[in-house]
């Protein structure tokens, strides 16, 4: 199946600096997703991004499916963004359709 | 935008019970949802997938008749974790797929957390 990877695993950064997350996965792929797991396990959807560019608020994601990456840009970051950064791919084909594979996180803490 | 409902958010319970875990996808419905598990610090490991009408697809190494799951309507999906021990003790997130055209995004219960005494 799929294979998906993520980095870097953890990143520590001060208030108000920018960040950029790196996904990459293995195949071809017909959805990606990019989550904010918050402190109390809730998943919250950021992108739905299998190509191009979206831009929301101070995040923006880029997906470039031809070189099978995605980056997710955090910007002017704060202590509320800490969590964990998942991204998930699932493939454009095979027997794996349906199915999201999820990366092993960036887990973002943030300090006043 | 999309809600899914997960119910209860916390439960424990005593070795040997079983335990239900509801599902609901608000306001749009799901043909599809699936059943992650999340250990502390781990990503999450997709348990199944099951489709409205018909029976799951379990992950290799998850035991169907220890984890089962029933997909009754477009909107309603249950897990019963079967005779629950203690290695049965994780949190449990459920996912439905929102089928809008060529946009298949999945959205994400609030998780149980299952704590098996």
């Keep these: 199946g799929i294979q998906v990877e993520q980095s870097p695993p953890d990143l520590i950064l001060q208030e108000g600096a920018n960040s950029t997350l790196r996904c990459n996965f293995s195949d071809s792929v017909n959805n990606l997703q990019w989550f904010h797991q918050n402190p109390w396990g809730q998943l919250i959807n950021l992108f739905y991004i299998p190509s191009g560019t979206k831009q929301n608020g101070r995040l923006s994601a880029t997906t470039v499916a031809t070189e099978r990456y995605s980056l997710l840009y955090i910007s002017s ?16 084909g095979g027997t794996s359709y349906g199915k999201l594979t ?5 887990i973002l803490t943030v300090h006043p | 935008g999309a ?5 209860p958010s916390r439960v424990i319970c005593k070795s040997g019970t079983s335990v239900k875990i509801e599902c609901r996808s608000l306001d749009f419905q799901a043909t599809t ?11 999450l490991m997709l348990m199944a997938t099951s489709n409205e009408g018909s029976k799951a697809t379990y992950e290799q190494g998850v035991e ?22 203690p290695e049965d ?3 449990y997130i459920c996912s439905a797929r929102r089928d809008r055209l ?7 219960g609030p998780g149980t957390r299952l704590t098996v005494l």
């Design chain 2, 33 to 43: 949802m699936f059943w992650y598990r999340q250990f502390p610090k781990q990503s």
């Design chain 1, 77 to 92: 970051s704060q202590t509320t963004d800490s969590g964990v950064y998942f991204c998930a791919a699932r493939n454009a």
């Design chain 2, 102 to 108: 060529a946009v298949n995004e999945q959205f994400f």
């Design chain 2, 3 to 7: 809600v899914v409902s997960q119910h």
């Design chain 1, 102 to 106: 999820f990366g092993q996180g960036t």
């Design chain 2, 89 to 91: 003790s994780s949190f």
């Design chain 2, 64 to 85: 169907k008749d220890k984890f089962l799951i029933n997909h009754a309507s477009l909107t309603l999906s249950t897990l019963t974790v079967t005779s629950a021990h």
